[in-house]
C-alpha cells in the first residue's frame, strides 16, 4: 500500500515536500516514482530512484527544481518540490516497481507494480 502525504495550496514560487509511506513491501528491491496529472491532462513522470537510491532521473520540466529521495528504513519516499509555479499543479501519485537493475530507474508506465491514491497539489495565487 502506498499512501501519499504533503499536498496542498501554495503560491507561485513556494515549496512543498510530498511523502509516500509504503507499506506490505521490502523497499530495498522497488525502485520508487513520482507521476502527475494536471487537470485535463494525461498522466505524465516526474521523478524516479533506482532503489539502490544511487540514481535519479527527472522530466525536464522539473529539473533543478523537484529532488527525489527514499528513506529505506522508514519505508518512505519524498519529492522536494521548490520554485513551484501553475504549471505543477495537479495529483500527484508515487508507484513502486521491482527493480531488476538495482542502479536504474525509469519513468515508463509499463512494470508498475502499485500505485498511491495520490495528493492534490495546487499552485495559486
Known amino acids: 500500500q502506498l499512501v501519499e502525504s504533503g499536498g496542498g495550496l501554495v503560491q507561485p514560487g513556494g515549496s512543498l515536500r510530498l511523502a509516500c509511506a509504503i507499506s506490505?513491501?521490502?523497499?530495498?528491491?522497488?525502485?520508487i516514482g513520482w507521476f502527475r496529472q494536471a487537470p485535463g491532462k494525461e498522466r505524465e513522470g516526474v521523478s524516479c530512484?533506482?532503489?539502490?537510491?544511487?540514481?535519479?532521473n527527472y522530466a525536464d520540466s522539473v529539473k533543478g527544481r523537484f529532488t527525489i529521495s527514499r528513506d529505506n528504513a522508514k519505508n518512505t519516499a519524498y519529492l522536494q518540490m521548490d520554485n513551484l509555479g501553475p504549471e505543477d499543479t495537479g495529483v500527484y501519485y508515487c508507484?513502486?516497481?521491482?527493480?531488476?537493475?538495482?542502479?536504474?530507474?525509469?519513468?515508463?508506465?509499463?512494470?508498475?507494480?502499485?500505485w498511491g491514491k495520490g495528493t492534490l497539489v495546487n499552485i495559486s495565487s
Open positions: 508507484t513502486i516497481k521491482a527493480a531488476f537493475v538495482r542502479t536504474m530507474c525509469d519513468m515508463r508506465f509499463r512494470g508498475i507494480d502499485s
Open positions: 530512484i533506482s532503489s539502490s537510491g544511487s540514481n535519479t
Open positions: 506490505g513491501q521490502t523497499l530495498d528491491y522497488y525502485a
